[in-house]
Each structure stands twice: as structure tokens, then as C-alpha cells.
């Protein structure tokens, strides 16, 4: 069974900050790329940030850059999202995902490019 696990969401004020855990289990992780996508009430499901798979690279979208940084530890089997500086329209359901093929050296924002999803956490942010 293999299974991404998300957790580390939850309300915060603006200019909070949280930071969000996914957690791999039934495989390693280690060979592919990873990334955090979002999806807000009404909207579309929309990348947020991804890391290749010795994080040597990282992506971030425009909108959260500068304020969201990605990681990731292997040893761990986990992959991390750092939160800072929350703004109300951060509001949504973070999903984790994996590449379906193995050591791209370049981060993909196309959802279709992965095939591994967690169940999400809500990230809720109150001005």
C-alpha cells in the first residue's frame, strides 16, 4: 500500500506561518520528484512548489515565492513545506504528490505528471 500522508495544517492569523509534513509510506520516494499542489473552493488545482529528487532543484510559484520554501529528506522518506508570511488568499486544501518516473532533473508543474497523491490538509488563514 503505498500511501503520501499530509499533516501540519490548521488555522492561523495572517502573517502566520505553518509548516506542512508529508509523510511516504510502502515505497521510497527517494527516485522521484516531489511537489505540493493546492486547490481552493471553486478553483482549480494549482502547483504551489516542487523539488527534484536529490533536491538539488526546487520551483515555486510566483504567487508564494519568497514567502514558501520546499524541502525534503530522504532518510525520512518525507517532503516539507515551509509557511511564512500567510496571506488569507493561501486559504486551501495542500495536497503532496510523487512523479510517476523516476529522476527528472527539472521540477514539473503539470499535474498530470504525477500519480502519487496524498488526502490533503486544510490550510486556513483568517485576516
Known amino acids: 500500500q503505498v500511501r503520501l500522508v499530509e499533516s501540519g495544517g490548521g488555522l492561523v492569523q495572517a502573517g502566520g506561518s505553518l509548516r506542512l509534513s508529508c509523510a511516504g509510506s510502502?515505497?521510497?520516494?527517494?527516485?522521484?520528484?516531489m511537489a505540493w499542489f493546492r486547490q481552493a473552493p471553486g478553483k482549480d488545482r494549482e502547483f504551489v512548489a516542487g523539488?527534484?529528487?536529490?533536491?538539488?532543484?526546487?520551483s515555486h510559484a510566483d504567487s508564494v515565492k519568497g514567502r514558501f520554501t520546499i524541502s525534503r529528506d530522504n532518510a525520512e522518506n518525507a517532503v516539507y513545506l515551509q509557511m511564512n508570511s500567510l496571506k488569507p488568499e493561501d486559504t486551501a486544501v495542500y495536497y503532496c504528490?510523487?512523479?510517476?518516473?523516476?529522476?527528472?532533473?527539472?521540477?514539473?508543474?503539470?499535474?498530470?505528471?504525477?500519480?502519487?497523491w496524498g488526502q490533503g490538509t486544510q490550510v486556513t488563514v483568517s485576516s
Open positions: 523539488i527534484t529528487w536529490r533536491g538539488i532543484r526546487t
Open positions: 504528490a510523487s512523479e510517476s518516473y523516476r529522476r527528472r532533473m527539472e521540477v514539473s508543474t503539470i499535474l498530470d505528471d504525477y500519480d502519487y
Open positions: 510502502g515505497r521510497s520516494f527517494n527516485n522521484y520528484g
